[in-house]
């Protein structure tokens, strides 16, 4: 993730960067601030590749602004793009509940503002606001999910 610059706290708070994202629109201020510390914020400029297929990661993003898009590679090669993510959408989940190889290349088509979290925030939140970190981890689940039900409508609705 070498093309993602940091965005200095003193410019924009965490909490504030957060609080624009559909994540957190039901929660309380104190807990967004709280929650807030669990993420780091990034810039990435348009055209820039986050993430690359295959590459170890144990991060999540949640953007802010701008627009990313996910590619998967095909057998033959050929590049598909299996979604845009929008500002308020996630990407990364699977690496970090898993731990496994990103499963796509992500590349900013706008510039982007994002915020990332890791397993280790994750855990250190579990440990200290265990509540906090169970409706975090419950939002996750629900996300993934619905993503789940869709892909398994869209192979009931592919041919054979």
Known sequence: MENLSPI?????????????????????????QVLARYFKAY???AGAT???EGEQASSMGLIVAGKIKVIKKGQSGQERILAVMRPSQTFGELSLIDGAPRSATAVAMTDVTLLLTDKDALF?????????AFRFTFRLAQLLSQRLRHT?????DSPS
């Not at 200095?8 to 967004?32: C, G, K, M, R, Y």
């Not at 250190?124 to 906090?132: D, F, G």
């Open 8 to 32: 200095n706290n003193a410019e924009f708070s965490l909490a504030e960067l957060l609080d624009q994202t559909n994540w957190v629109h039901d929660l309380p201020w104190q807990d967004i």
């Open 124 to 132: 250190n939140m579990a440990e200290v606001h265990p509540k906090l």
């Open 50 to 52: 986050l993430f690359e």
């Open 43 to 45: 810039r990435v400029a």
């Open 152 to 156: 398994s409508l869209q192979l009931a």
